[in-house]
Each structure stands twice: as C-alpha cells, then as structure tokens.
C-alpha cells in the first residue's frame, strides 16, 4: 500500500492510495482526510504545595501542556520518578494532569519529571525534586561492644 498527503487547505489534506488486488491488478482511490496540525508549546511541573514537605503531607504534582491547535487531540502524559514511570494517563481534555501522593513518606523523595505525548510529538521538562523536612535520624545500637568473627550479636535500629 503506497499513500499519499497532499495539501488542499487546512487542514483537510486529499489522501491517495495505491493498492493490488488479490488479482495482482493496481487499484488507485483517494479521499479527503482530516489533519490535525498543532504544535506542543510548553510542558510544566509543579509540586504543591512545594518541592520541600514534612513526612505525612499530601503532595501533588501537576503536569501541565500547552498546545496549539484547532480542536481536542489525545494527550498520552507520563510522570517519572528516578527516570522510572510512576504514572501513565491518556486524556482528551486541556485540564492538567494530576498526580497524588497521599501522606508523602521517605519512599516518595526524588526526581519527578513529566512528559507529553500528543499524536507521536513529544516533549518533557526537566525535573524537579521532591525533599522531606524533619526526619529524625534513626540510631543503630549492638548489644555487644566487642565481639569476634562468627559469634553471635544483635542489632537494632529504632528512631531518637
């Protein structure tokens, strides 16, 4: 199958097509088609209520898009964390893409980063980092001050 685009205004585009039958016999049709012609202009990310929260905040990130075009085109966001997807949502709509991490621990501290794709164009923003204020130091305690190879010792870890 061989096709073709050619202009006519936009954004309708006149679609040619060239196909063989099961007969071997060159069949040539066209029809009109609707293109959708847009560009991404911005992609942002926001961490609310900030980049800095106490361990137990709920935190949201907002992964925002901005593009031009003439009507709704589908919109494929990604959110990574570590440059690991955390998060994958495809919409129809303008509206922002939200991301909740519900009383935001230890586990949840890193680099998140958004990326858009809309009909095969992507683009992504750098990161931003998520950091937790007021943790305590956790304290590691041996039962034993001295002790040699193979005998047995305990140890635990408890919080100040």
Not at 19 to 38: C, I, M, N, P, S
Not at 80 to 99: A, F, G, P, Q
Not at 110 to 132: A, F, P
């Amino acid at each position: 199958v061989r096709s073709a685009l050619e202009p006519t205004g936009r954004p309708l585009y006149l679609k040619k097509h060239t196909v063989e039958d099961k007969r071997g016999k060159t069949v040539r049709y066209q029809h009109l088609a609707f293109v959708e012609v847009f560009t991404i202009r911005s992609v942002t990310l926001t961490l609310e209520p900030s980049n800095a929260v106490s361990q137990g905040t709920n935190v949201t990130v907002r992964c925002k898009a901005l593009a031009s075009s003439s009507g709704f085109l589908n919109r494929e966001y990604t959110i990574y964390k570590d440059n690991t997807v955390v998060y994958t949502k495809s919409s129809t709509t303008t509206e922002d893409l939200l991301y909740s991490l519900r009383m935001a621990r230890v586990a949840n501290t890193g680099k998140y980063k958004c990326k858009v794709n809309i009909q095969g164009k992507e683009l992504s923003i750098n990161s931003e980092k998520l950091t937790l204020t007021g943790l305590q130091t956790p304290v590691l305690s041996v039962d034993k001050r001295v002790f040699s190879e193979g005998e047995e010792v305990t140890v635990w870890c408890k919080g100040p």
